[in-house]
């Protein structure tokens, strides 16, 4: 391998023009292959999305015919598994992952992902996303841990280390990148890309956090935001890139932009005239690489030149790419050797089952579950527009979504949808499994692969958004659902979004379950059947009357490609529920925000027509067990919470013991409690446990006006129990 001073003697040695294509990624589902060739012999530092014969060629091309034979690197968005790859392994989108809280499950997902993205030679990967999803109109809402910046940092760095491993150059290892910096969730109205209306103290306090952790934990890369912090571009913000970032948290890696975001600056956010200001903001600000935007090449080769921008900028980034490259190894392992054969390995699909089974999150059960033999189900109706939706169940970032959108793909085997899963499990014990659609999660895709043809009367209806034609159109089908319901024991209904309502550009106003799944609710409601509804979505959907109607219900976000067997083997007893919501749902949508852990001071605490509490809180989740919280204690030499906990149920079971933190006076207004620390522990029906969870000084601490972080002396209320809610939760007050 070569040398450190390496790096130096070959930046003495670039042109400018080497510099700058450096700096650049390309994207190269876009540009295709000619054009690709073309940057590969000017030394381009990476490419986007590009597999098999042609990342080898591409390889060979920088290593053998650019002029100084620099490697490059090759990135993909595997955030859920190597999800691009139709033979991959998908896991639970990051939001379903974070319902296990269990950072050695993330970490082995992480690792396994990195060995698959490896195994096609692939040494980056554009996770985790760190932001969080404190408003969960935010279409990127699925790609997050949720809204806890404790719990984001904690399955974060996990993650990192799962996708990093101990040494980058290792075949398995791939770089990680901690996106995305920073405050980007947090824009106002939850609008993707939009305004983040806050100040520099405010995300210190609660944005840093997370990030500091991937820093802490050694990641490799970070990915600056589309969005802007109080009007300043993240992609034009010195302050956040150099001072936040570099000076602050120590950061040593490098710093890719989002997609075409120097582009942003100019036809977007309206703060450069021309590629020539963008590319020249975009170099001072502290972005290293450039992905995308390929004005930049000669743009910023062009400030150069005309003494508008000192090349020591370029210099700088440069240097920082090519000090990851060297950690790689690049010059001796072009490509990532992986495992052969590991892509959808069996060991592999069993942990996408143990991912699948840990996020599934009970909600509400009146004692229709576990179903067994005991309670006479000789049928079930399983209905809904998410019951055999595989498309559905692996929500965003998918081959079914990227990296070209638009192109309809057929779904790749193995994969258990929650129809085939309950079918599975039913026909062992005699049950018959009947099926409905039900009605449509949207309009589009009603009649997609379900009806050979449409008449054109109801082509018509297809194409119209009024509701009377909506109603017209799907009426028949859900009195057809609930025909087949009267003739069963029990309704498995399964309702939620679509990957077409998630992600970026799928902001959402309204969090009501759309098309007529309501309305779907609301007949089955009236056949007086036992009726367990399962929400397969991308994030919290206002489900008060459902939630009302239902006898159970089980949040499972998008659980992956076994994501249906889960959600049958909860139903049926052969797991034992144990996930934990990483973020509150709203009861109505004009009730957002509703994350936990809110600041004081609201005017009676209410609305006048709403209830200030969510419908359900951060770290809620039933099993089929109970516990009991004791003991609760503090020691104040080493900041270590003991409590005790006892499973007072009859089966064994997991609890996720959870510690909060309130300073109850300070300087500036904190929030009423905020996460500090939490432990999985795993019981027998009817032991007892203590648990001791360390906590650390910052849970303690608060960030004055001046965004210096301080621990102020005074009374601490320490919180240990099941969830956020004050009910749930036993408290000591302390003096430090």
């Given at each position: 391998?070569?040398?450190?001073?390496?790096?130096?003697?070959?930046?003495?040695?670039?042109?400018?023009?080497?510099?700058?294509?450096?700096m650049?990624?390309?994207?190269?589902?876009?540009?295709?292959?000619?054009?690709?060739?073309?940057?590969?012999?000017?030394?381009?530092?990476?490419?986007?999305?590009?597999?098999?014969?042609?990342?080898?060629?591409?390889?060979?091309?920088?290593?053998?015919?650019?002029?100084?034979?620099?490697?490059t690197?090759?990135?993909i968005?595997?955030?859920?598994?190597?999800?691009?790859?139709?033979?991959?392994?998908?896991?639970?989108?990051?939001?379903?992952?974070?319902?296990?809280?269990?950072?050695?499950?993330?970490?082995?997902?992480?690792?396994?992902?990195?060995?698959?993205?490896?195994?096609?030679?692939?040494?980056?990967?554009?996770?985790?996303?760190?932001?969080?999803?404190?408003?969960?109109?935010?279409?990127?809402?699925?790609?997050?841990?949720?809204?806890?910046?404790?719990?984001?940092?904690?399955?974060?760095?996990?993650?990192?280390?799962?996708?990093?491993?101990?040494d980058?150059s290792?075949?398995?290892?791939?770089?990680?990148?901690?996106?995305?910096?920073?405050?980007?969730?947090?824009?106002?109205?939850?609008?993707?890309?939009?305004?983040?209306?806050?100040?520099?103290?405010?995300?210190?306090?609660?944005?840093?956090?997370?990030?500091?952790?991937?820093?802490?934990?050694?990641?490799?890369?970070?990915?600056?935001?589309?969005?802007?912090?109080?009007?300043?571009?993240?992609?034009?913000?010195?302050?956040?890139?150099?001072?936040?970032?570099?000076?602050?948290?120590?950061?040593?890696?490098?710093?890719?932009?989002?997609?075409?975001?120097?582009?942003?600056?100019?036809?977007?956010?309206?703060?450069?005239?021309?590629?020539?200001?963008?590319?020249?903001?975009?170099?001072?600000?502290?972005?290293?690489?450039?992905?995308?935007?390929l004005?930049?090449?000669?743009?910023?080769?062009?400030?150069?030149?005309k003494?508008?921008?000192?090349?020591?900028?370029?210099?700088?980034?440069?240097?920082?790419?090519?000090?990851?490259?060297?950690?790689?190894?690049?010059?001796?392992?072009?490509?990532?050797?992986?495992?052969?054969?590991?892509?959808?390995?069996?060991?592999?699909?069993?942990?996408?089952?143990?991912?699948?089974?840990?996020?599934?999150?009970?909600?509400?059960?009146?004692?229709?579950?576990?179903?067994r033999?005991?309670?006479?189900?000789?049928?079930?109706?399983v209905?809904?527009?998410?019951a055999?939706?595989?498309?559905?169940?692996?929500g965003?970032?998918?081959?079914?979504?990227?990296?070209?959108?638009?192109?309809?793909?057929?779904p790749?085997?193995?994969?258990?949808?929650?129809?085939?899963?309950?079918?599975?499990?039913?026909?062992?014990?005699?049950?018959?499994?009947r099926?409905?659609?039900?009605c449509?999660?949207?309009?589009?895709?009603?009649?997609?692969?379900?009806?050979?043809?449409?008449?054109?009367?109801?082509?018509?209806?297809?194409?119209?958004?009024?509701?009377?034609?909506?109603?017209?159109?799907?009426?028949?089908?859900?009195?057809?659902?609930?025909?087949?319901?009267r003739e069963?024991?029990?309704?498995?209904?399964?309702?939620?979004?679509?990957?077409?309502?998630?992600?970026?550009?799928?902001?959402?106003?309204?969090l009501?379950?759309?098309?007529?799944?309501?309305?779907?609710v609301?007949?089955?409601?009236?056949?007086?059947?036992?009726?367990?509804?399962?929400?397969?979505?991308?994030?919290?959907?206002?489900?008060?009357d459902?939630?009302?109607?239902?006898?159970?219900?089980?949040?499972?976000?998008?659980?992956?490609m076994?994501?249906?067997?889960?959600?049958?083997?909860?139903?049926?007893?052969?797991?034992?529920?144990?996930?934990?919501?990483?973020?509150s749902?709203?009861?109505?949508?004009?009730?957002?925000?509703?994350?936990?852990?809110q600041?004081?001071?609201?005017?009676?605490?209410?609305?006048?027509?709403?209830?200030?509490?969510?419908?359900?809180?951060?770290?809620?989740?039933?099993?089929?067990?109970?516990?009991?919280?004791?003991?609760?204690?503090?020691?104040?030499?080493?900041?270590?919470?003991?409590?005790?906990?006892?499973?007072?149920?009859?089966?064994?079971?997991?609890?996720?013991?959870?510690?909060?933190?309130?300073?109850?006076?300070?300087?500036?207004?904190?929030?009423?409690?905020?996460?500090?620390?939490?432990?999985?522990?795993?019981?027998d029906?009817?032991?007892?446990?203590?648990?001791?969870?360390?906590?650390?000084?910052?849970?303690f601490?608060?960030?004055?006006?001046?965004?210096?972080?301080?621990?102020?002396?005074?009374?601490?209320e320490?919180?240990?129990?099941?969830?956020?809610?004050?009910?749930?939760?036993?408290?000591?007050?302390?003096?430090?």
């Open positions: 391998m070569p040398k450190k001073n390496f790096i130096d003697d070959l930046i003495s040695r670039m042109t400018v023009e080497e510099k700058a294509a450096q650049l990624q390309v994207p190269v589902s876009v540009v295709g292959m000619d054009e690709a060739r073309k940057w590969a012999r000017l030394g381009v530092g990476s490419f986007l999305n590009v597999l098999g014969e042609d990342m080898e060629e591409l390889a060979r091309i920088c290593a053998e015919e650019s002029r100084l034979k620099i490697p690197i090759f990135g968005d595997a955030v859920h598994g190597h999800c691009l790859n139709k033979d991959a392994t998908i896991f639970p989108s990051q939001l379903a992952m974070a319902c296990s809280w269990n950072k050695d499950l993330v970490r082995k997902i992480a690792k396994i992902t990195a060995t698959e993205v490896a195994t096609e030679g692939i040494q980056w990967t554009f996770s985790p996303i760190l932001c969080l999803a404190r408003d969960p109109r935010w279409g990127r809402t699925n790609e997050t841990f949720g809204e806890d910046k404790f719990l984001s940092g904690e399955l974060g760095a996990a993650m990192i280390k799962g996708y990093q491993g101990e980058l290792d075949d398995t290892a791939v770089l990680a990148c901690a996106k995305h910096f920073i405050a980007y969730g947090e824009a106002t109205g939850g609008r993707d890309s939009y305004d983040t209306e806050i100040t520099m103290r405010k995300v210190r306090d609660e944005f840093l956090p997370p990030f500091k952790k991937a820093v802490d934990a050694g990641v490799a890369t970070f990915m600056t935001a589309y969005g802007s912090l109080d009007g300043v571009p993240l992609t034009a913000n010195e302050k956040a890139l150099r001072g936040l970032l570099r000076e602050e948290l120590g950061f040593d890696g490098f710093v890719v932009t989002d997609w075409d975001t120097v582009n942003a600056l100019i036809n977007r956010q309206k703060v450069c005239a021309d590629h020539k200001e963008a590319s020249r903001v975009a170099a001072k600000s502290g972005n290293d690489m450039i992905m995308a935007t004005e930049f090449y000669k743009a910023v080769i062009d400030q150069v030149k003494g508008k921008l000192d090349e020591s900028y370029l210099d700088e980034a440069v240097k920082h790419i090519l000090t990851i490259k060297l950690r790689l190894n690049l010059w001796e392992k072009p490509l990532k050797k992986g495992i052969p054969g590991s892509i959808g390995c069996r060991s592999h699909l069993n942990a996408a089952v143990e991912a699948a089974r840990e996020s599934v999150v009970l909600l509400k059960n009146n004692g229709v579950l576990p179903v033999k005991g309670k006479k189900i000789r049928r079930i109706a209905i809904g527009p998410n055999d939706d595989i498309r559905a169940q692996y965003d970032w998918t081959y079914f979504t990227h990296p070209v959108p638009g192109i309809e793909k057929e790749q085997r193995p994969y258990v949808t929650i129809l085939e899963g309950m079918r599975d499990i039913a026909d062992h014990k005699g049950i018959e499994i099926y409905s659609y039900g449509s999660v949207n309009r589009r895709e009603y009649y997609k692969g379900n009806f050979e043809s449409i008449p054109a009367f109801m082509e018509q209806c297809y194409i119209d958004n009024s509701r009377k034609t909506d109603t017209y159109k799907e009426m028949p089908f859900i009195n057809e659902a609930a025909s087949l319901a069963c024991d029990l309704i498995v209904l399964a309702i939620g979004d679509n990957y077409n309502q998630a992600g970026e550009y799928n902001d959402r106003a309204e009501r379950p759309s098309g007529m799944q309501e309305a779907l609301r007949v089955l409601s009236t056949l007086h059947i036992p009726m367990i509804t399962v929400v397969v979505a991308s994030k919290p959907l206002v489900l008060t459902i939630v009302e109607k239902s006898d159970a219900v089980i949040c499972a976000f998008n659980g992956g076994f994501g249906g067997q889960a959600v049958a083997e909860a139903i049926f007893g052969k797991i034992n529920p144990q996930g934990r919501l990483p973020i749902f709203p009861v109505v949508t004009g009730q957002v925000p509703v994350y936990y852990n600041l004081p001071g609201w005017h009676e605490g209410r609305y006048v027509d709403c209830t200030e509490e969510p419908l359900f809180a951060f770290g809620e989740g039933l099993s089929y067990t109970w516990y009991e919280y004791s003991d609760l204690k503090f020691n104040k030499r080493t900041k270590t919470v003991s409590v005790t906990v006892t499973n007072n149920g009859k089966r064994r079971g997991v609890e996720t013991v959870q510690v909060y933190v309130n300073d109850v006076v300070s300087s500036v207004m904190t929030a009423v409690k905020n996460l500090a620390g939490f432990e999985r522990v795993e019981l029906a009817g032991e007892s446990k203590t648990v001791k969870i360390k906590l650390e000084d910052e849970a601490s608060v960030v004055l006006p001046d965004e210096t972080r301080v621990i102020e002396p005074g009374q601490f320490i919180f240990a129990g099941h969830s956020s809610k004050d009910e749930d939760l036993l408290k000591v007050t302390v003096t430090l």
